[in-house]
C-alpha cells in the first residue's frame, strides 16, 4: 500500500505560480504510476497529468498543456505538479493519486490509492 499527502495549495492570482508536492509513504513509490486530479464545485473529478514509474513519460488534459508540468523524485517518493499560468478555471481540490496500471490512464477508476487533497484558488 501507499499512503498519499498533497500539499502546496493556496490562492494565487491569474497568471500566477504554485508548485503542488504529493508525499507518498513506503518503499515501494517507484511501483506507482503517478497522476494528478482536480476536482471544482459541483463538477466531476476530473485527470490532469499522468507520470510513468521512471518519470520519463508524463502526459496532460488537453486543459493545462503547456502550463503544468509533473514530475517525480523516486528517491524522496514524491510527485510534483508545477503549474503556472493559472487561469479561474484552475480552481479546484487537487489530488494526487497511484496506479498499478502499466498503461497511461486518465481514468480515475484505475487508480487504487488517493490522497486527501489540497485546494487551489485562483482569483481573476
Known amino acids: 500500500q501507499v499512503q498519499l499527502v498533497e500539499s502546496g495549495g493556496g490562492l494565487v492570482q491569474a497568471g500566477g505560480s504554485l508548485r503542488l508536492s504529493c508525499a507518498a509513504s513506503?518503499?515501494?513509490?517507484?511501483?506507482?504510476?503517478m497522476g494528478w486530479f482536480r476536482q471544482a464545485p459541483g463538477k466531476e473529478r476530473e485527470f490532469v497529468a499522468h507520470i510513468n514509474r521512471s518519470g520519463g513519460r508524463a502526459y496532460y488534459a488537453d486543459s493545462v498543456k503547456g502550463r503544468f508540468t509533473i514530475s517525480r523524485d523516486n528517491v524522496k517518493n514524491t510527485v510534483y505538479l508545477q503549474m503556472n499560468s493559472l487561469k479561474p478555471e484552475d480552481t479546484a481540490v487537487y489530488y494526487c493519486?497511484?496506479?498499478?496500471?502499466?498503461?497511461?490512464?486518465?481514468?480515475?477508476?484505475?487508480?487504487?490509492?488517493w490522497g486527501q487533497g489540497t485546494q487551489v484558488t485562483v482569483s481573476s
Open positions: 513506503g518503499r515501494t513509490f517507484s511501483s506507482y504510476a
Open positions: 493519486a497511484a496506479t498499478l496500471s502499466w498503461i497511461a490512464t486518465a481514468q480515475a477508476g484505475e487508480y487504487g490509492y
